[in-house]
């Protein structure tokens, strides 16, 4: 008997067992069965916000939205789909390249799908888009930088040894992009700048390149004069000493000239814009430049200048100085005037050349041009002489006049003034008319030896140097990179 209410009870106690692992079983399937109802309800809830984001332009919200479905189903090659459309709408280069691998792997996922063609096109077209903004990409990230134009550049070396270069150029200007905004920022460059030598108004300003890559800008700078009241004074006092010192006629007319010409001098102030359209082309900037100056008085307003020129800019990278020395090598020997009390010159590498050297020059170009250029420089130093004489017998009056006007004695304030009129004389009716028609003629002959120079030059095939005239109105060098 006990035996047998063993058995029953082991009996009773495995079917009570199974019937509690049916019921655990049929719980875990229904909690499974919840969890992925909740997780699709999830995704929906995702797709649905996804759809809506997109709707309203909202693409970086419609994207992660996008994610979070497919963080919940990898596997879901709608989800593939829909996010290759919103990396579309984002737009840009990084965007159009996960456009592309979110179609790819619908594809795989989808290989059979009804518009697998047409999706396989978008990827077709997307090869296209991605190649053409890549290429958009290089150029804006080539805009910034510092631009240099290369009409009237001038540059030589100045040191030999170490083959250091320096330049000048009518404008220079950097530009840098605004946090890839797709907009720039212009800062003009004053350091080797012909222009901006006045007060800046406008130093950056900002451009946003349109779809052919061309830009307008303009920049603004503005001189003000004052008259200086203190020079005018001193002229007076000095006609005032004159006319105490019995030379009361030339002592009226200093003091009568000094008033005309200050009343001529007001207040007033020059204002230059320089308004650029420019376009990108092949690594280089070229355009047009408008130079508009005008001339403000408290009576008046005119235009003193307003001319519009062909620019060109280059970039100033790693390579741009070897270019510059390779252009200076291949120009030729022209010659440059170095400004002073006479008109010196230098090589094309900055050297001051002695009068022998500028003659061997000019003779080996064209003997007549040697010949005339000694013969001008010869009138030239005879002038300077005359004129330096006239200069020491105008300084030598001055101890006539002292003692003459401190000892009250006539006859030698007469001749210390017979001194001063003919030094004056002297200088500006026989010094001068001899030596400025020689300083013209040297520079005409020099004028002559560079114009032989840049007609070689002309000759030449060389495809990096040309020459134009430059918004400052000179002509010059223009390098083609």
């Not at 049929?26 to 797709?47: C, F, G, H, M, S």
């Not at 102030?269 to 320089?274: A, I, P, R, S, V």
């Not at 270019?323 to 090598?329: M, R």
């Not at 003034?417 to 002959?445: E, H």
Request: glycine letters at 8%.
């Amino acid at each position: 008997m006990k035996r047998f209410l063993t058995i029953l009870t082991v009996v009773v106690g495995l079917g009570i067992g199974a019937n509690a692992q049916k019921t655990q079983n049929a719980q875990k399937t229904q909690q499974a069965l919840q969890a992925q109802q909740a997780t699709r309800e999830k995704i929906r809830e995702y797709i649905v916000q996804a759809r809506t984001a997109y709707d309203d332009g909202d693409f970086n919200d419609a994207l992660a939205a996008y994610k979070a479905a497919l963080d919940l189903s990898p596997q879901n090659p709608e989800l593939f789909k829909a996010i290759g459309g919103v990396y579309e709408k984002l737009g840009g280069t990084a965007n159009l390249i996960e456009a592309k691998a979110s179609y790819e792997r619908y594809l795989e996922l989808a290989p059979t799908a009804e518009d697998a063609r047409a999706i396989q096109d978008r990827i077709y077209a997307l090869n296209y888009q991605i190649g053409k903004s890549q290429k958009q990409d290089y150029i804006l990230d080539d805009l910034s930088g510092t631009w240099v134009a290369m009409d009237n550049l001038e540059a030589s070396i100045t040191d030999v040894a170490t083959g250091y270069i320096t330049y000048t150029a009518d404008f220079i200007f950097e530009i840098s992009e605004i946090q890839k905004t797709g907009k720039y920022r212009v800062t003009i460059k004053p350091e080797g700048s012909r222009y901006y030598s006045e007060t800046i108004i406008d130093k950056t300003v900002d451009i946003t390149p349109q779809k052919d890559l061309s830009f307008n800008f303009t920049f603004a700078d503005a001189q003000v004069h004052t008259p200086n009241q203190a020079n005018y004074e001193a002229f007076r006092t000095f006609g005032g000493a004159l006319s105490q010192a019995g030379k009361s006629v030339l002592g009226d007319a200093v003091i009568a000239a000094t008033d005309i010409v200050q009343s001529s001098d007001l207040p007033n102030n020059t204002q230059t814009g320089y308004i650029f359209a420019l376009k990108y082309d092949d690594g280089n900037l070229k355009g047009l430049v408008n130079v508009v100056q005008k001339y403000a008085d408290p009576n008046q307003q005119k235009t003193l200048k307003d001319g519009v020129y062909e620019i060109s800019f280059v970039k100033k990278n790693q390579d741009f100085y070897s270019k510059l020395k390779q252009t200076i090598d291949n120009r030729g020997d022209i010659l440059y005037p170095k400004q002073g009390f006479t008109i010196h010159y230098k090589d094309k590498d900055g050297n001051l050349l002695s009068e022998q050297e500028i003659r061997n020059k000019l003779n080996d170009m064209n003997p007549f041009l040697a010949e005339s250029y000694q013969k001008a420089k010869k009138r030239e130093s005879l002038g300077i002489t005359i004129s330096f004489i006239g200069v020491g017998v105008e300084c030598a009056s001055l101890i006539p006049l002292a003692i003459g006007y401190a000892n009250e004695d006539k006859q030698m304030q007469t001749m210390g003034w017979s001194m001063f009129g003919g030094g004056i004389g002297v200088t500006f009716l026989v010094g001068f008319p001899i030596g400025i028609p020689g300083t013209n003629q040297a520079k005409k002959a020099i004028d002559q030896y560079n114009q032989e120079v840049k007609t070689q030059l002309r000759n030449r095939p060389l495809s990096q140097l040309y020459f134009g005239v430059s918004s400052s109105g000179g002509v010059g060098f223009t390098l083609k990179f």
